[in-house]
């Protein structure tokens, strides 16, 4: 499978805890992005790379969220102190800009997060 | 600040009907306006998207209208399948590979 992969699928974690979640993009695409979707709702931006710089934080993204791209491969979002609010699907997304050639944004199937 | 809205929230076709979701946008600075498509349990899929110097594109059984000076566009499906029950979102953005800013959503249910 070629496509964007995330890891775990659904993670349970009680408040308080620190969890991370993991997303692997299409291989050649140098933008990654991470979006919250909480239920009945549209996906919400949060955060974008273009390969290993991150370019862009919403103001959604509060001090307990922290996202990396190491190696402008796959991408890591952590979340510490969890609370309750922040139980939401974590959708990630690839694209590919610049040069010439760009593509739309493919998404993972998400890390459904649920705090308890 | 919402800057894509979308409705109606739901919608139930008969199938073969035809199904019409309207967004409108407030920014002007946007130039991509993509149509997603979300079953339960997994993350959005690209189903058309359109650039504003067009007013429709057409793929298959699904269109896109454009009204530029409205700052509105609008999905039909002609020909509803059940297939086709899923929760679609509207968006838009300055690029195709820029943030991508979502409406709310429609959830469409097709009945045969």
């Known amino acids: 499978d070629t496509g964007v992969s995330q890891d775990p699928r659904h993670k349970i974690t009680k408040r308080g805890q620190n969890v991370t979640f993991r997303c692997d993009p299409i291989?050649?695409?140098?933008?990654l992005y991470w979006y919250r979707q909480t239920l009945g709702q549209g996906p919400e931006f949060l955060t974008y790379?273009?390969?290993?710089?991150?370019?862009?934080k919403s103001r959604l993204l509060s001090d307990r969220f922290s996202a990396e791209r190491p190696k402008g491969s796959f991408s890591t979002l952590e979340i510490q102190r969890t609370e309750q609010g922040d139980s939401a699907m974590y959708l990630c997304?690839?694209?590919?800009?610049?040069?010439?050639?760009?593509?739309?944004?493919?998404f993972g199937q998400g890390t459904r997060l649920t705090v308890v | 600040q919402q800057q894509v809205k979308q409705s109606p929230q739901s919608l139930i076709v008969q199938k073969g009907g035809i199904s019409i979701i309207n967004c409108a946008y407030e920014?002007?600075?946007?130039?991509?306006f993509p149509w997603y498509q979300q079953f339960p349990g997994k993350g959005p899929a690209l189903l058309i998207a359109?650039?504003?110097?067009?007013s429709e594109k057409k793929e298959g059984r699904f269109t896109i209208s454009f009204n530029k000076s409205a700052k509105q566009f609008s999905l039909h499906i002609m020909d509803s399948q059940p297939g086709d029950s899923a929760t679609y979102f509207c968006?838009?953005?300055?690029?195709?590979?820029?943030?991508?800013?979502f409406g709310t959503g429609t959830r469409l249910q097709v009945f045969p």
């Open positions: 920014n002007t600075a946007f130039d991509y």
């Open positions: 997304a690839s694209s590919l800009a610049g040069g010439g050639t760009s593509t739309e944004a493919f």
């Open positions: 790379f273009q390969n290993e710089a991150q370019l862009e």
């Open positions: 359109i650039r504003p110097d067009v």
């Open positions: 968006a838009a953005s300055k690029d195709n590979t820029d943030k991508l800013i």
């Open positions: 291989s050649e695409h140098n933008r």
